[in-house]
């Protein structure tokens, strides 16, 4: 059974940090794509950013770009968001997921982890 639960998220000040942490199972995380995606209060699901299953190669939209970073510990069947100079327009709930998001709320998504940025 595909299993996926992230957390590490909460409130932070913005230009502080987090990290998110994806802990999967169920599946051949080594072998695996994996991206996150978040949704803010109010709006639609959004592509964060993806990672190549030997994590060679990243990408990340243009608002978190040089902000955000992406890993994952193939060992630990773990993957990442590192959450630097967070900003308001950051806070969403936070969904990790496998292979290539195609726009969908998937099945196997759990709560997510809620990031909340505000003074």
């Known amino acids: 059974q595909l299993v996926v639960v992230e957390s590490g998220g ?3 000040q913005p230009g502080g940090s987090l990290r998110l942490s994806c802990a999967a199972s169920g ?5 695996t794509r994996m991206y996150w995606v978040r949704q803010a209060p109010g709006k639609g699901l ?6 190549t299953a030997g994590g060679g ?9 040089g ?4 890993s994952r ?3 630990k069947n773990t993957l990442y968001l590192q959450m630097n100079s967070l900003k308001s327009e950051d806070t969403a709930v936070y969904y990790c997921g496998r292979g290539v998001w195609d ?6 998504w759990g709560q997510g982890t809620q990031v909340t940025v505000s003074s």
């Open 10 to 12: 909460g409130l932070v």
């Open 27 to 31: 599946f051949t995380f080594s072998s």
């Open 67 to 70: 902000r955000f970073t992406i």
């Open 103 to 108: 726009g969908q709320r998937q099945g196997y």
């Open 46 to 51: 959004e592509w964060v950013s993806s990672i």
């Open 73 to 75: 510990d193939n060992a």
């Open 57 to 65: 190669t990243t990408t990340y939209r243009d608002s978190v770009k």
